[in-house]
């Protein structure tokens, strides 16, 4: 009994001790796939994308639902296809701010997380849509 609870202690303190991963989400509009050194391009030189590809976690097999930036976009924040989030391109369309309390960034927020968004945002966030100000929320 002894050795079980010196196992147990053992592996609740090797639990507690990991780190959680880092996350780094990179997302480009309009990129084909081979445009990047790690995904067989011979001409364009990315090596600093190329070792995050090496040392991470690279998507070979990913599609969009919408062929426009915006929709797309949403779709990917949310887990939602735009027929059910509704976001479409420049229409004064925005994500209701109950949805994006469900959405990727905010539950790693709530997690513990640090989140950011750096580049084309074009994420439009409750009333108002692009011009609502509210594209701090990440």
Same mark, same amino acid.
């Given at each position: 009994?002894?050795?079980?609870?010196? %196992? $147990? &202690?053992?592996?609740?303190?090797?639990?507690? *001790?990991?780190?959680? !991963?880092?996350?780094?989400? +990179? #997302?480009?509009?309009?990129?084909?796939?081979?445009?990047?050194?790690?995904?067989?391009?011979?001409?364009?030189?990315?090596?600093?994308?190329?070792?995050?590809?090496?040392?991470? %976690? $690279? &998507?070979?097999?990913?599609?969009?639902?919408? *062929?426009?930036?915006? !929709?797309?976009?949403?779709? +990917? #924040?949310?887990?939602?296809?735009?027929?059910?989030?509704?976001?479409?391109?420049?229409?004064?369309?925005?994500?209701?701010?109950?949805?994006?309390?469900?959405?990727?960034?905010? %539950? $790693?927020?709530?997690?513990?997380?640090?989140?950011?968004?750096?580049?084309?945002?074009?994420?439009?966030?409750?009333?108002?849509?692009?011009?609502?100000?509210?594209?701090?929320?990440?």
């Amino acid at each position: 009994m002894k050795y079980i609870f010196v %196992i $147990l &202690f053992l592996f609740v303190t090797l639990l507690k *001790a990991q780190e959680r !991963p880092n996350i780094v989400f +990179i #997302l480009t509009d309009d990129q084909s796939y081979d445009l990047l050194g790690c995904t067989g391009n011979a001409v364009v030189q990315t090596p600093n994308i190329d070792k995050i590809a090496q040392e991470g %976690i $690279l &998507f070979t097999n990913a599609h969009v639902t919408s *062929a426009i930036c915006t !929709p797309s976009r949403i779709s +990917i #924040l949310l887990s939602q296809y735009e027929r059910k989030h509704g976001v479409n391109f420049n229409s004064g369309t925005s994500v209701s701010d109950t949805a994006w309390e469900n959405s990727y960034p905010v %539950i $790693l927020r709530n997690s513990g997380y640090y989140t950011g968004w750096v580049g084309k945002n074009h994420a439009p966030i409750g009333e108002g849509g692009y011009d609502s100000g509210h594209g701090t929320k990440f």
